[in-house]
């Protein structure tokens, strides 16, 4: 069985890939061309889709990517996120880095299929599927000098696209238009924890370390080697700030609050003792199948918690 | 053991780019064939082995920026914007740009005009993978989207950090906070991260 790993979603945009072996130069085994991702150096201007149901979700930005680093232009803000930190020069930048000691998650779910050598905006790539049992979960154009994902889509069980990312105006080098400034920045340092709250598996997915997070929550983070997210529990009372217009996300588990972004998908409820919120790249069925071994959303809950914040 | 005599040029040649892994498939037939059946490129193909692994486990030098001429990197630019500088040039040059503002601007006019020059009509008819992928009839509606959304794609997504409570609460927590860390930690890979403060 191939071993994958994961596609890191620097910046929080997700890579992406297939093929028929062509010659011994083409790598066996998704996680080399991962690697060759992780280490390979772009400029280029992204462009991502995803489409939760009815809804599409679009984002463009300028990236520059160097030794694991990912620096994303919006509109005037650079996000600079890579090796475990994350900053966003702002007027007042304020940096998370994350410590861990955890190493590759391989839950066997994934394998290669199809690689196919191709020429794409003029340049030698190979086209890798990814496959989930029989399933294409994914499809990667990796750029054959550098190794960059210039094409990812990744798939639900049932053949729909739901993510697309793809890089425009490609360019082999770094640009270096991203702010360097940025040694001064305080940086939050987040340590490991140890805790029993959050399952070890869920849904297929791995829990791989737990962190402490904001207003006394934890974060635990879950892989299943390709797709990743961190599932916060929070106190019942604690209120998420941003959640706005959320779509209903109905399972067979219950009702669930969602808002879908280009690059991630985030999820929250509640039972009678928690409130839970996902963030992650996982597709809509992955969602659906952790959701269901997880607490399942308490509808007392939330109308109590509704009417304490509208009536105190 | 036998006196080993000197290979070909050519043998030593092809020997020396499949330990570079850049052979075509004919003349990796044709290294394969020599290190069956001739002696003196096998003891050739582990000299030269060795003076890699020797190469490799030597410190890696770092030129001193006085040395490079006139302090700056020169055509060196156009060889990193090709792609074209060996493995030992490249610390160098990414490091000298790290810090040479005046190498910077250099950089960013030849990138310029290099993107001037792409935006020029092409000679070369694009090639796309359409033929491929749109067989994929279920990926239709998306790229529809896609075409429609491109006219609107500088319309970001931002959340905005909006406070719902009413004061009362004991902890507001930003879902884009959440989502920050969430992205850091995914960014690790596969490998484990120590403490480095500093630029990421």
């Given at each position: 069985?191939?071993?994958?790993?994961?596609?890191?979603t620097?910046?929080?945009?997700?890579?992406?890939?297939?093929?028929?072996?062509?010659?011994?130069?083409?790598?066996?085994?998704?996680?080399?061309?991962?690697?060759?991702a992780?280490?390979?150096?772009?400029?280029?201007?992204?462009?991502?889709?995803?489409?939760?149901?009815?809804?599409?979700?679009?984002?463009?930005?300028?990236?520059?990517?160097?030794?694991?680093?990912?620096?994303?232009r919006?509109?005037?803000?650079?996000s600079i996120?890579?090796?475990g930190?994350?900053?966003?020069?702002?007027?007042?930048?304020?940096?998370?880095?994350?410590?861990?000691?955890?190493?590759?998650?391989?839950?066997?779910?994934?394998?290669?299929g199809?690689?196919?050598?191709?020429?794409?905006?003029?340049?030698?790539?190979?086209?890798?599927?990814?496959?989930?049992g029989d399933t294409?979960?994914?499809?990667?154009?990796?750029?054959?000098?550098?190794?960059?994902?210039?094409?990812?889509?990744?798939?639900?069980n049932?053949g729909?696209v739901?993510?697309?990312?793809?890089?425009?105006?490609?360019?082999?080098?770094?640009?270096?238009?991203?702010?360097?400034?940025?040694?001064?920045?305080?940086?939050?340092?987040?340590m490991?924890l140890q805790?029993?709250?959050?399952?070890?598996?869920?849904?297929?997915?791995?829990?791989?370390?737990?962190?402490?997070?904001?207003?006394?929550?934890?974060?635990g983070?879950?892989?299943?080697?390709?797709?990743?997210?961190?599932?916060?529990?929070?106190?019942?009372?604690?209120?998420?700030?941003?959640?706005?217009?959320?779509?209903?996300?109905?399972?067979?588990?219950?009702?669930?609050?969602?808002?879908?972004?280009?690059?991630?998908?985030?999820?929250r409820?509640?039972?009678?003792?928690?409130?839970?919120?996902?963030?992650?790249?996982?597709?809509?069925?992955?969602a659906?199948?952790?959701?269901?071994?997880?607490?399942?959303?308490?509808?007392?809950?939330?109308?109590?918690r509704?009417?304490?914040?509208?009536?105190? | 053991?036998?006196?080993?005599?000197?290979?070909?040029?050519?043998?030593?040649?092809?020997?020396?780019?499949?330990?570079?892994?850049e052979?075509?498939?004919?003349?990796?037939?044709?290294?394969?064939?020599?290190?069956?059946?001739?002696?003196?490129?096998?003891?050739?193909?582990?000299?030269?082995?060795?003076?890699?692994?020797?190469?490799?486990?030597?410190?890696?030098?770092?030129?001193?920026?006085?040395?490079?001429?006139?302090?700056?990197?020169?055509?060196?630019?156009?060889?990193?914007?090709?792609?074209?500088?060996?493995?030992?040039?490249m610390?160098?040059?990414?490091?000298?740009?790290?810090?040479?503002?005046?190498?910077?601007?250099?950089?960013?006019?030849?990138?310029?005009?290099?993107?001037?020059?792409?935006?020029?009509?092409?000679?070369e008819?694009?090639?796309?993978?359409?033929?491929?992928?749109?067989?994929?009839?279920?990926?239709?509606?998306?790229?529809?989207?896609?075409?429609?959304?491109?006219?609107?794609?500088?319309?970001?997504?931002?959340?905005?950090?909006?406070?719902?409570?009413?004061?009362?609460?004991?902890?507001?927590?930003?879902?884009?906070?959440?989502?920050?860390?969430?992205?850091?930690?995914?960014?690790?890979?596969?490998?484990?991260?120590?403490?480095?403060?500093?630029?990421?």
């Open positions: 069985m191939t071993m994958l790993r994961r596609a890191a620097v910046g929080g945009f997700a890579l992406l890939t297939l093929g028929l072996v062509a010659s011994s130069a083409v790598a066996d085994e998704l996680s080399d061309y991962i690697d060759r992780k280490d390979s150096t772009y400029t280029a201007n992204r462009l991502v889709v995803s489409v939760w149901g009815e809804e599409t979700r679009i984002s463009s930005s300028y990236v520059e990517y160097s030794d694991g680093t990912e620096m994303v919006v509109d005037s803000t650079w996120v890579g090796n930190r994350s900053v966003v020069v702002n007027d007042a930048p304020q940096g998370v880095a994350f410590v861990t000691h955890a190493g590759v998650i391989d839950t066997g779910r994934y394998s290669v199809d690689v196919t050598n191709v020429r794409h905006m003029r340049r030698d790539c190979h086209l890798v599927e990814v496959m989930e294409v979960r994914a499809v990667i154009l990796f750029d054959s000098r550098t190794g960059a994902p210039l094409i990812t889509e990744t798939f639900t049932t729909k739901f993510r697309r990312s793809s890089l425009q105006d490609f360019k082999a080098y770094r640009t270096y238009a991203a702010p360097r400034d940025v040694d001064d920045v305080p940086y939050e340092i987040v490991p805790s029993e709250l959050l399952p070890q598996s869920v849904g297929g997915y791995e829990l791989v370390d737990i962190f402490p997070a904001p207003g006394g929550a934890e974060q983070f879950y892989s299943d080697g390709l797709f990743t997210f961190s599932l916060f529990a929070l106190a019942e009372t604690s209120a998420v700030t941003g959640f706005e217009s959320p779509m209903p996300f109905i399972t067979a588990s219950g009702s669930y609050d969602l808002v879908a972004t280009p690059q991630d998908v985030r999820i409820w509640s039972d009678t003792n928690n409130q839970y919120v996902i963030v992650g790249d996982l597709p809509p069925d992955h659906a199948d952790v959701l269901a071994e997880l607490p399942a959303p308490d509808v007392r809950s939330m109308f109590s509704w009417w304490t914040r509208i009536f105190g | 053991m036998a006196d080993v005599r000197p290979v070909s040029d050519r043998v030593s040649m092809l020997l020396s780019c499949y330990l570079d892994g052979l075509t498939r004919d003349e990796l037939t044709e290294v394969v064939a020599a290190l069956e059946s001739d002696l003196d490129a096998i003891a050739e193909f582990r000299r030269l082995k060795d003076a890699r692994r020797i190469v490799r486990t030597l410190p890696m030098l770092h030129m001193p920026l006085e040395l490079i001429p006139g302090g700056h990197l020169g055509e060196q630019l156009s060889a990193y914007l090709d792609g074209e500088l060996v493995t030992a040039e610390p160098i040059v990414s490091t000298h740009l790290g810090t040479c503002q005046d190498c910077r601007r250099e950089l960013a006019e030849l990138d310029r005009s290099r993107t001037a020059v792409r935006a020029l009509p092409g000679v008819p694009p090639e796309f993978l359409a033929p491929r992928i749109e067989d994929r009839k279920h990926r239709r509606g998306l790229r529809a989207a896609v075409a429609v959304a491109a006219g609107a794609a500088a319309v970001s997504l931002a959340f905005a950090v909006t406070p719902l409570g009413n004061g009362e609460d004991p902890a507001q927590v930003s879902i884009v906070d959440l989502e920050s860390r969430h992205t850091a930690r995914a960014s690790t890979g596969s490998a484990p991260t120590a403490v480095q403060v500093g630029a990421p």
